[in-house]
């Protein structure tokens, strides 16, 4: 596609659910990269793929947070039991290569557990 | 200390004046520097990035990087209303991979 793509723009769910949210990075764009952004912050880093692998999962904030992207394009981030203070934007960037590549972002999910 | 820093603003413009807009880091081996422009309720977008010390120039806006000093700036020439928006300045803190870090955005206002 002509630009990142993230599903679903809004999602709301219930304390304690499960959530899923989507990312399609730019064809053929080696990295991907998964971001929280809170209300009046810049974005903060949650995770980076190169390709299939995982290569940094450092920003994620608990063991509830999980993401994959098993055939090194689409991406998936899952929040398990999620909690209050995990609603924010979801932001998912991707980049050509490996090294000091702009990113280039998607419309973001805004998550809201009520 | 925060690892990129911001003044928060708003940093507010008349039409047509230069904005600047200023970003510190704290990692001296940063190694390349991006800015964001973000309008409310939308994703970042690219405005411009640089790697070497200096100035980089595109269309009205110009990047300045002073590696020694820690500090990256982005001007805005011709301030337009439609650049009201909140601009990030993000650092990619390594020279393999990608370590990128954010701050809090800077919030422009052009008045007309």
């Known amino acids: 596609g002509a630009g990142v793509s993230q599903s679903p723009r809004y999602k709301v769910a219930k304390r304690g659910q499960d959530v899923a949210l989507r990312c399609d990075p730019i064809?053929?764009?080696?990295?991907l990269f998964w971001y929280q952004q809170a209300l009046g912050q810049g974005p903060e880093f949650l995770t980076y793929f190169q390709n299939e692998a995982q290569l940094d999962k450092s920003g994620l904030p608990s063991d509830r947070f999980f993401a994959e992207r098993p055939e090194g394009s689409v991406s998936t981030l899952k929040i398990q039991r999620t909690q209050q203070e995990d609603s924010a934007v979801y932001l998912c960037?991707?980049?050509?290569?490996?090294?000091?590549?702009?990113?280039?972002f998607g419309d973001g999910t805004r998550l809201s557990i009520l | 200390q925060k690892e990129v820093e911001q003044n928060s603003g708003p940093l507010s413009v008349p039409e047509g004046a230069i904005a600047s807009l200023n970003c510190t880091y704290s990692?001296?081996?940063?190694?390349?520097f991006f800015w964001y422009r973000q309008y409310s309720g939308k994703s970042p977008e690219l405005i411009m990035f640089i790697y070497s010390n200096g100035d980089k120039e595109d269309g009205r806006f110009t990047a300045q990087l002073n590696k020694a000093s820690q500090y990256v700036s982005l001007l805005i020439r011709d301030s337009q209303p439609s650049d009201s928006a909140t601009y990030l300045c993000?650092?990619?803190?390594?020279?393999?991979?990608?370590?990128?870090?954010f701050g809090p955005g800077t919030r422009l206002s052009v008045l007309p």
């Open positions: 990692d001296r081996g940063s190694q390349s």
């Open positions: 960037a991707s980049s050509f290569g490996a090294d000091n590549q702009p990113q280039h």
């Open positions: 993000a650092v990619n803190k390594g020279n393999y991979g990608q370590n990128f870090v």
């Open positions: 064809s053929g764009h080696v990295s």
